[in-house]
């Protein structure tokens, strides 16, 4: 009887301590879970400092909640990671990962994540079984804290926001491949702690007007590739897209026009690794971008993109085993592949036709300038089909190195690699070796500056095999790694975001070392003495081309180029290919 009694009392002990906590966590719902958002109407969003007081009440009040600092950012402040688990037998769940924030004038989902975090936690709305999930409640902490009411000129509300570049006025949705700043730095961290399966990144967009609330902007599936690339266009996306719109939230991808109409037909957007969802797709995670539409109230902004995170979510939950899969079979697929396509475009052919929800446009005359204007006219609502073209083929491909070389003194190439999970060795002797080396033949530059960069593009390079000697401490970079296609996108000079692209190895294009003409003069001489086959060659390029045999330094400069005086770090890219 007594051990009866005990038990009973130490049953009745373990449900008043669960109570408790359910009493701990409800009482949250009316202070502590409050929100500018819900005490707004819908008109304001919380300042950085009342974000991160959120997350921390209910950290230290449920145990499925955690909020940890990761790094600092370039504000000086530390960027956050919440993450979200409830007790599960899963040994590989999938995880998602949200991302808010990045242009903090664009607030909607640091807003609906933390009311989807107070559903999760009130039980609400119950995270799907299996699913891990991670969210950085504000990704630009510098851009947060430079609140203001105007820089989003066209914007809907809310009453007050961040600013759009960072603590050092840079773009964030920029620097995920060239990683100027800090906040990256932190990123690179969760991401490859968190690994996740699927990655959110909300914003608001700006462009056309049209009826949608919501449109969506995926990694795009042919860059993605393989199975993982096919799942998303033919299962991920139109599940999405269906489950939305029983929710009665109508869907459109992402508008990709500017002062035009979109019956015109549109492109997907081109999502290059400097982006988001492009830096994700090098490591195979299934990403998109939330764009609600900027002419929307806040209110209804918000709530759209809360019920899309929850779709997400409840779609990924449905397919987390063909996911994985599909993960699993992408990384081996480019594990395997001897060639790599690169620098995706779009085409023309095989459009995907659907019916778009828009305003008919007015073409007008400007007011203010004279000039021609279009208006959309929202007491015109019209269903129409448009093309948009989301097939995208790649201009260019290169042959899959064993290696890369990268010598010690790039050290900030390195610290990338580092700081990417990327794993590489150094020699511990001098050491000859059989590589490829390239040449840089031909490139663009824009003529203005571009996130810090004056970016080059149109990069053409010239290959040959020589023997090299490698210092102790250069670095030795094996391909056959998770981060392959990092390594193929940043290293190849050609591929458009390459480290050379932005700028990272411009010290090569300039030449160091030149001639006197008067001096050289007579050197010409003597190299033609020794060379008549390079003396044929001059004489042919003198009367073929006008513009050089008028010009006498071209013609010596020319002639220098092709002597052993030339130095050969000109034009020569550092890092080198291993092919065997």
Known sequence: MLKHTCLLILFLSLMSCHNSSEVKVNSLTSKELDIAFTRSQGDSTSTYQEVIQFYDVL?????RVTLKEVHETDSGKPLHLVKFS???DEDTPLRVLINNGIHPGEPDGIDASMLLLKDLVNEDWQLPEGIELYVIPIYNVGGA???NSTSRTNQNGPAAYGFRGNAKNFDL???FIKSDTKNSKAFYSIFHEVHPDVFVDTHVSNGADYQYTLTHLFTQHNKLGGELGKHLEEKFIPEVEEQLRNKSWEITPYVNVFNESPLKGFSQFNDLPRYS??????????????????????KQRVEGTLEMLKTLIEVAQEQKEVIQNARAQNTQRFADAKMYPLNFQPTTSNPRRFMFLGYELENLTSEITNLP???FRRDQPYEREVNYYNTFEPTDSIEVPKAYIIPSAWKNVIDLMHRNKITYHRFENDTLMNVEVYRIEDYKTRTSP???HYLHYDTKVSSKKVQRFFQEGDVYISVNQPGKRYLLETLEPIAADSFFNWNFFDSVLQQKENVSPYVFEDLAIEIFKN???????????QNSDSEFANNWYAQLDWIHKRSKYYEAAHLAYPVVRVLN
């Open 531 to 541: 060379n008549p086959e390079l003396k044929a060659e001059f004489e042919e390029k």
């Open 277 to 298: 969802t492009g830096y994700t797709a090098l490591w195979n995670t299934l990403g998109l971008m939330i764009e609600t539409h900027m002419l929307k109230p806040y």
């Open 86 to 88: 409830s007790k599960t």
């Open 373 to 375: 204007r279009i208006k």
């Open 145 to 147: 804290l430079n609140r």
């Open 59 to 63: 950290s230290k009040t449920d145990d």
């Open 173 to 175: 949705n920029r620097d």
């Open 450 to 452: 571009y996130e810090g």
